[in-house]
């Protein structure tokens, strides 16, 4: 068994990312219905939080059924990451996670996520802010290090263990790297491997299949692994690693019908919190990824797309489930 405060998981879990206008309620009931072992909010600006932003506030929205979950908060000044951490403390999620990690420019420039990574007093400081305003546990999740000639993770997890960090995920590239070219999770590795290290720590990047799950858990020797691109239009990915590694043997791949379901589901959940009209918006950068790999899809994805009433999206899926019946789509 992980613990992470309070927090009981199961021998080495499966996390699911926080992405950005991904990893909403929606999404996250999906994937947990599929075997997520612990989730985490879209990250948060600690500025918007403070500054009472709608869209801010809208993502500290946790339910029951997700739990365990976290709210990823993410800046790079002290007060504001200290009062908005008292923010979300009392909106009780199970802990409260700061992103020093994300590569984007505008926040990297904004001296917030990845930016961070260029000074590691300055890191220090925000996760004291934040452990300071809450009384739940606070992970955090980062990078390597800015590029390949200043990794400086080990360094990181050192400093973050002594302020009081609880468990540490860690996406094996750097920021320079953004989202390409291969992690190298041999760095994670390293950490692991401290002996001064006793939090769990938890590798990101570039898990897409119960075969690599497998490779990498038993080569790194983590405590858990995090899943995020691979999850999108895909929350079966989590179940199938978990009985990849229980029996050797792959699940059946979703059929046409789970993937209906699946999407029929995520409009339902993202109607139900987000009203009709943002709900039917905001599922249609989803479909394309349910049915990836369906031949002759365009004709199908414009309509859902393009389609203003739920009524015609679910008309269009039932559509779908009828023509590709039970076609079986390999590979993920």
């Not at 997700?66 to 199970?94: C, K, L």
């Not at 300071?132 to 050192?158: H, M």
């Not at 320079?176 to 950490?191: E, F, L, P, T």
């Not at 950068?285 to 009524?311: C, L, S, W």
Request: proline fraction near 5%.
């Amino acid at each position: 068994m992980i613990k992470i405060g309070n927090i009981e998981l199961p021998d080495f879990p499966l996390l699911l990312a926080p992405m950005e206008d991904v990893s909403d309620p929606p999404f996250r009931r999906l994937c947990k219905l599929h075997g997520a072992d612990l989730m985490y909010s879209e990250f948060i600006s600690s500025e918007g939080l403070i500054r009472d932003a709608v869209k801010s506030k809208m993502k500290l929205d946790i339910f029951d059924y997700e739990r365990p979950v976290g709210i990823q908060i993410f800046g790079g000044d002290e007060e504001a990451m200290e009062m908005s951490s008292r923010i979300v403390d009392a909106v009780q999620p199970d802990l409260v996670d700061i992103n020093f990690g994300c590569p984007v420019k505008k926040v990297v420039c904004k001296g917030a996520g990845a930016g961070v990574l260029k000074d590691i007093d300055l890191m220090v400081r925000l996760t004291k802010a934040v452990i300071k305003g809450t009384n739940l546990p606070v992970t955090v999740k980062t990078r390597l290090g800015w590029d390949e000639n200043s990794i400086n993770i080990d360094e990181v997890a050192e400093r973050l263990q002594d302020i009081g960090v609880q468990a540490l995920t860690v996406h094996a590239r750097t920021r320079a790297q953004m989202y390409k070219g291969h992690s190298d999770w041999s760095h994670i590795a390293r950490v692991k491997n401290n002996p001064r290290i006793s939090m769990p720590i938890f590798g990101n990047g570039d898990i897409d299949s119960p075969e690599k799950a497998l490779e990498y858990k038993n080569k790194f020797g983590l405590d858990g692994m995090m899943i995020g691109r691979a999850a999108i239009g895909y929350p079966w990915i989590f179940n199938e690693i978990k009985h990849y590694f229980a029996t050797g043997e792959h699940l059946a791949k979703p059929t046409i019908q789970d993937r209906v379901e699946a999407a029929k589901n995520h409009l339902t959940w993202s109607m139900d919190w987000k009203g009709e009209r943002l709900g039917i918006v905001e599922t249609r950068r989803h479909y394309t990824n349910y049915f990836k790999g369906i031949p002759n899809f365009k004709e199908f994805r414009t309509q859902m797309v393009t389609a203003n009433d739920p009524k015609d999206v679910f008309a269009t899926l039932e559509l779908v489930e009828e023509k590709f019946g039970n076609m079986v789509i390999s590979g993920i």
